[in-house]
């Protein structure tokens, strides 16, 4: 079976430090992946997906940056985090048309 | 692109109530439909979906209906538990290829809250 796996769980960074969030998916290939970021208290909100190696589209300009260096690797980075960068960070996998998507546990990043 | 609208953004019902959730979208070409749960604090969680050749769809206590034709989809809790209450987000995914293919369209959400 499939599992989706994303670390940290929770991270505290200063405002002006990089960042780097990693996920990784087990038990599927070529998955399609998505980063999402959940504000506190309201929706999803898409920032990248991928649907393949060093294949990357972003929905929101923002000092925030993906890459994909393998089939099931997912990388969401900044080189400096802003207050507003706070929230709840979710990496997804999906596969197929149409397309379920599953979630990973997520990181809870506080930026102070 | 695709526009998903969800109401109502809360909704309070009494234990064993039915609540019922709705939702729109704007693109024809939509055709998959999922709800997700998220309880506080947890990842949002794929309860229930439904395709375009589908009118309707249950499972226990959760069905999930579609008109193509107004372009509106609904979900329905019947006998409603405490251990229900969360959000619940409605999302529409368009038929597509390349680079688009796969991709969800969210609403805002709607915070349900069971009372006992």
């Known amino acids: 079976s499939q599992t989706i796996h994303q670390w940290p769980a929770t991270l505290v960074q200063p405002v002006g430090s990089p960042l780097s969030l990693e996920c990784t998916v087990e038990g599927t290939s070529n998955p399609n992946l998505y980063w999402y970021r959940q504000a506190a208290g309201r929706g999803l909100q898409l920032l990248f997906y991928s649907v393949g190696i060093g294949q990357i589209s972003s929905e929101v300009p923002q000092n925030l940056s993906a890459s994909r260096p393998q089939d099931r690797q997912f990388i969401l980075s900044s080189k400096k985090l802003l207050l507003s960068d706070s929230g709840f960070y979710l990496c997804?996998?999906?596969?197929?048309?149409?397309?379920?998507?599953?979630f990973g546990p997520g990181t809870r990043l506080t930026v102070l | 692109g695709e526009n998903v609208e969800q109401h109502p953004s809360t909704l309070s019902v009494q234990e064993g109530d039915s609540a019922v959730i709705k939702c729109t979208y704007s693109d024809s070409a939509s055709n998959y439909f999922p709800w997700y749960k998220q309880e506080l604090g947890k990842r949002p969680q794929l309860i229930i979906d439904?395709?375009?050749?589908?009118g309707e769809k249950k499972d226990q206590r959760i069905a999930v209906t579609l008109n193509k034709t107004a372009k509106h989809f609904s979900l329905h809790i019947t006998e409603t538990q405490p251990e229900d209450s969360a959000v619940y987000f409605c999302?529409?995914?368009?038929?597509?290829?390349?680079?688009?293919?796969?991709?969800?369209?969210f609403g805002r959400g709607t915070q349900l809250t069971v009372w006992p």
């Open positions: 997804a996998w999906g596969q197929g048309d149409p397309n379920e998507q599953f």
């Open positions: 439904i395709r375009s050749n589908v």
């Open positions: 999302a529409a995914s368009p038929r597509g290829g390349g680079s688009t293919l796969g991709r969800l369209y």
